[in-house]
């Protein structure tokens, strides 16, 4: 069964940067879009970044300029730089992989901006 394991979460202070890793596992990666996705408490989950299996990016404006997902094919992996992180991006962090109907979802790992 596919499987996405997150990690590189912590706690920063506000305009730090972190970058979260998702490694993949029994699933053809290359083919799959990643996403990035998060929910703080009370809130809905929301998307942060998606990269497409071409390569193609999108970001929300709350985050545009700030986040940089990326992928690495050879090693199934997918990543989330974040700089000039606000105290609002604090929340859990989710990895997706999307392939016409399947979806996987990692367990998350946890964002805290906090001074």
């Known amino acids: 069964q596919a499987q996405l394991v997150e990690s590189g979460g912590g706690l920063v202070q506000p305009g730090g940067s972190l970058r979260l890793s998702c490694a993949a596992s029994?699933?053809?990666?290359?083919?799959?879009?990643m996403g990035w996705y998060r929910q703080a408490p009370g809130k809905q989950r929301e998307l942060v970044a998606v990269?497409?299996?071409?390569?193609?990016?999108n970001y929300p404006d709350s985050v545009e300029g700030r986040f940089t997902i990326s992928r690495d094919n050879a090693k199934y992996t997918a990543y989330l730089q974040m700089n000039s992180l606000k105290p609002e991006d604090t929340a859990v962090y989710y990895c997706?992989?999307?392939?016409?109907?399947?979806?996987?979802w990692g367990r998350g790992t946890q964002v805290t901006v906090s001074s």
């Open positions: 990269i497409t299996a071409g390569g193609k990016t």
């Open positions: 029994r699933m053809t990666f290359s083919l799959y879009a």
């Open positions: 997706n992989a999307a392939l016409n109907t399947l979806a996987v």
